[in-house]
Every structure is written in C-alpha cells, then in structure tokens.
C-alpha cells in the first residue's frame, strides 16, 4: 500500500471506531484514535498475516497490550477482511465476539486476550521466546500505553526481553500523554521512556505516530535491528482526527452522543474528502 | 515393619518433568530464579535449552508462559505456591483462565509443611484462589507415585491445571505398580461405615493413620484421597455421605475455600451432611520443622483422630 492508500485506510478505521464506540455507548475512542495510523500500517503493511488462516502457525504476532483500544483493533481486523466491519457496532453488546476487551477465542485475528495493564508485553516475550527457542521465523509486536508503562510487569518483561536478545520482538508506546486521570506528566511521570527502554537493553526509535513515512522508517530500522528487541516511541496526539477528543482526556473512556457521533463522522469524512483529492 | 520411603512431591515433579521432555519436543519449563528449590534444576540438567530461568518476576514468567501457550508450546511454570497463585494471581487470571490456555502450573512448597521460612512463605490459600478461575484444573498428590503420575496426566490434558506441591519429604504409599490416576476421579483408600474421611495431600496417609486410631475405638472410617480437588468427585463424595452420614475433610490448607469449602459447597447442595472440616483455622504458620508445624495443628494423624473424636461427641 501507498502512503495515500494507509491514510485512507487509517481514516476508515478511524470511523469504525468512532462507530462501534458510539453505537456501544461505551469504550475508548482516545485512545483508540491515537494508535490507528500505527494499527493500520501494522496490518496493512508490516505483519505476515492472513485474515482468511488467522491462525496460520507462521504468522506474526500482535498482542494488544492496551486492550482498553479493543476499537482500534476491531476496526484494522474489519477493514483487513478477518469479519464484516457491520459487525462493528455490537461491540460490547451481549453475544457479540467483539468483548469490551480483546478475548482470543471469540473475534478471529486477535493473538491474545488483553485488558489487564502490563501483561500483554509479557505474553509477546513468551511468543517472540517461542520463536527463538523453536527456530521460528514469526516476529512478535505488541502495543502499550504511556500509562499503561507505569506497571511493573511491564520492566520484568522488558528486562528479560533484553536480556534474551529478542529482535523478533517491537514493543511499540503509544506516546499520546495522556492517561484517566490526565496528563502523564503529572499523574506519575514516565520520562524519559526512550532512556528507560535503552537501559534495558532495546533499541530504541522515536517516531511520528501520524506520519506514514516516519512509522514505516521505524518498523524498517526494528527489522533491520539484529541481537535486541526494538521499542517504538511512538509520539502521538490522543483522539487524533476528531476536532473536539483531540488531546482531550475526558475522551478517553467516554463514547460520543448522537450529535457528537455526527461531528465526529463529518469532521472523518472531511479528512476522507481531501485524502481523494490528493 | 520395614522404614516407609520418603520423598518430597516437589521431587516428583522435577523427576516427571525430565521423563516428559525426554519424550515430548513442546515440553517448556520456566522458573523465577528457584530451580534448585522447586526440583527443575534436574529438568535443566537433562534438557538445559527448554528449561527458562525468567529471574525473581512471577508476573512475567506468567505472561511469557501464556504466550509460549498460545504458539503450541505446553509450558509448566514453576516457583512457589505463595507467588504462583498469591502474587501472580491475577497474571494466572487474566492471561491464562480466561483465555483457557494450555499452561500448567507447578507449584512447590504449598502449605506449612515449608517449615523453617515461616509463615510469609507457607501458603495456605492457593487452592482458595485457584478454585475461582473458571477452568481451572487442580491438584493436590499425596506422595511421589501420584504426583509423578499426575504431571504426566497434566501434561496430557489441554487446558490450565494448577499443581500443588510440598516441600517437605513425606511416606510414599501408593503402590506404583497398581497405582492409576484418573483427573477428576477420588480414591477410596479404606472403606467404612460411621463416617468418611475427605484428604488430599499430606494428610492422606495421617487420616490412614488416624482411622486406625478409631477402629481400636470401633468406629469405622471411610477415607478418600481427592487428588483433584477441581474438578471434585462430587459423585464419590455423595456417595459415600449417603453411606456414612457424617464427613470430615483435611487439607493442609485453609478451611476457608479449600477441599473442606469444596466438599461444603456439594454436599450443602445436593445432601445435607454434618461436615468438619481440619486444615488451617484462619490463622497463618509460623516456623519450626515441618513435623513440628503438622503436629501443632493438628494436621497429622493424633490431631486428626483429636478432632474426629470432638466432632463425634
């Protein structure tokens, strides 16, 4: 895919997220919207995978780690054809395969059950282990939150990472600053995570989470990157593409009303408009 | 009387994992820097590049267990009952109940027969916790026969399944060559009339012991061994109350949510039955030998046959 091709991509699971979180009357649609560019080129361009064999033995892995995003994921699994994106607006309703948050055995394409902060990097390094110890050509990639950093387990597993000198493994950081209770900066401070990653022996990339060319820079630098797990920081702006979540925390785990749903389609049909222009 | 052979189930459990991997290549064993303690260093000796040291991070060695599960591997995951159910509870949870993966999980030094460490270290509420996860297999082997044979029977089975395992040697009285263990299936190993006995682990052979102490007073016990107290021989169970009318269970462990909880919540359901329940009364260890510890509560044979006769008055 092109560069024009993600953007329009990544705008169309932009709008299944905002669709399916509204259509719930719950969910995490900030979130949701800062990691989309990165789910979209992760799906449409990185990953070995096969939506018709979703579970293909050798396919890469990816394991949402900041399960609270389960849109974002449900969205890029719709759009790449693993179900039908009219499936997308049961999500958290009784009997759908679309949980509150990833669950393995109900939604085709999701690699692990997630939600609880901090385990789903520890399930990627057991995977990414699995590999290696097996002689296995499957890479493993998992996305975390800033806030989602300040739990423990999330070092044990970078520190073993590191140690077992995982490069089949890119633990990516949605860097949007923002977490519940507010800025990360002064809920419990995180930087320098770049600092923190190297010391735990990762090669560390700082990118641009809305830049195409700056996401695929980075996943081309972890592939190239041999004897250490690579970290992405990726610096990105929470609710991207809806004027009014923007950087706005009390988008984080709040859905949009009928009049606010219409704002935020327009302002995503905006966006859908001028990419056909280009 | 010839000694009775003794030997420490955690032994066993070293022991079954070398004879599984010498046999099965998706055989994976991790531990949080306790190899030596939990019995894998054996493992390690025999099968040195399956065998995951993941440091002193039990949360993390969950998750890594978890993901090794999801890839086809069959990974037992080792380290104390304390930290493989208490602290990395919720890691056993939600990466590996809810998902239903194929993790097995060995967990050694279970109970007061830890001795020494004291009571930070002897759990006594791993089967409570356990027995909350939907799916969870559990598994308590009385001696090294069983135990042994249990590891095997885990491996076999898809599924989560938590192995209870204690530090301290104890008699060896199953008999290997007869001996048959079937998940989810008790043992009667003597049958009676005036009340049944419903063990599992160490307190197996002492309620052995103790219902010969109540023969010589001419009461007739029934003991069972419940192996696996997830999923519990509920039918067993029924069986013999309907048959003696008063049961009496006995764990090293709590009697809040362990077999004793497990044998309340059947037979208050489905036949009424007096139950006294022996184990852990709401209080924590403490050091001292293992011996030490089982006598002061009660949890051996004398203190056993003790609290029957209460219960019996």
């Known amino acids: 895919m092109n560069k024009l091709e993600l953007q329009k991509t990544a705008n169309e699971i932009r709008k299944g997220i905002v669709t399916s979180v509204h259509a719930a009357k719950a969910g995490h649609p900030g979130g949701s919207l800062s990691c989309a560019d990165i789910m979209t080129y992760l799906y449409f361009e990185e990953m070995n995978i096969d939506p018709k064999n979703p579970k293909k033995e050798d396919r890469d892995r990816f394991v949402l780690s900041k399960g609270h995003c389960a849109p974002a994921l449900y969205s890029t699994l719709a759009q790449r054809g693993y179900f039908p994106v009219e499936e997308l607006t049961t999500l958290r309703k009784l009997g759908s395969h679309l949980q509150g948050h990833p669950c393995m055995q109900h939604t085709p394409g999701v690699d692990m059950s997630s939600g609880s902060l901090g385990q789903g990097i520890s399930v990627a390094v057991g995977m990414a282990l699995s590999a290696k110890m097996y002689g296995n050509d499957f890479r493993v990639y998992t996305l975390l939150g800033d806030g989602e950093i300040a739990e423990g387990q999330v070092w044990e597993a970078s520190m073993f990472a590191g140690f077992k000198k995982l490069d089949n493994l890119v633990v990516i950081v949605d860097n949007n600053n923002l977490q519940i209770d507010g800025p990360v900066t002064e809920v419990c401070d995180p930087y320098p995570i770049d600092e923190k990653f190297k010391a735990f022996n990762f090669h560390v990339i700082n990118c641009d989470a809305h830049d195409f060319d700056s996401i695929e820079a980075a996943f081309k630098e972890a592939r190239e990157t041999k004897g250490m797990p690579t970290a992405i920081i990726a610096k990105s702006l929470k609710g991207k593409g809806v004027s009014f979540m923007e950087n706005n925390v009390a988008w984080h785990g709040t859905a949009p009303n009928d009049e606010q749903y219409a704002i935020a389609m327009a302002d995503l049909e905006k966006v859908g408009e001028a990419l056909c222009q280009k | ?271 009424p039955t007096p139950v006294k329940k022996i184990g852990m009364q709401d209080v924590f260890g403490e050091s001292g030998s293992a011996a030490a510890l089982i006598h002061k509560y009660q949890l051996d044979a004398e203190g056993i046959y003790n609290q029957i006769k209460e219960f019996l008055k």
């Open chain 2, 1 to 271: 009387m010839s000694e009775v052979k003794k030997i420490a189930t955690r032994e066993s459990y070293g022991n079954a994992l070398v004879e599984l991997g010498n046999e099965h290549d998706d055989l994976v064993v991790l531990t949080a820097d306790l190899a030596a303690a939990t019995k894998t260093g054996v493992f390690k000796k025999a099968h040195p590049d399956k065998h995951i040291n993941v440091g002193i991070a039990e949360a993390n060695m969950t998750g890594i267990a978890a993901g090794l599960a999801t890839t086809g591997k069959v990974p037992f995951c080792s380290s104390f009952a304390m930290f493989s159910a208490g602290r990395a509870f919720e890691q056993v949870r939600n990466s590996i109940g809810y998902p239903h993966l194929n993790v097995k999980i060995g967990a050694t030094h279970a109970g007061i027969s830890v001795g020494e460490d004291g009571a930070s270290h002897q759990c006594n509420e791993d089967i409570a916790l356990m027995r909350t996860i939907p799916g969870m297999v559990i598994i308590n082997p009385a001696d090294d026969v069983e135990a042994r044979a249990a590891v095997k029977a885990a491996y076999e089975y898809v599924g989560p399944v938590y192995l209870r395992f204690g530090r301290a040697a104890v008699p060896v009285f199953n008999d290997e060559a007869t001996y048959k263990f079937e998940m989810g299936k008790g043992i009667v190993l003597k049958e009676g009339k005036d009340l049944t006995i419903v063990a599992t682990g160490l307190t197996v052979p002492e309620s052995m012991e103790a219902a010969k102490m109540l023969a010589n007073d001419g009461i007739d016990a029934e003991v069972i061994n419940i192996h696996t107290i997830k999923p519990l021989d509920e039918e067993l169970i029924i069986a013999s109350a309907k048959k003696t009318g008063r049961v009496v269970t006995a764990e090293e462990h709590s009697v809040i949510g362990g077999l004793g909880s497990a044998v309340c919540d059947c037979l208050s359901e489905k036949l």
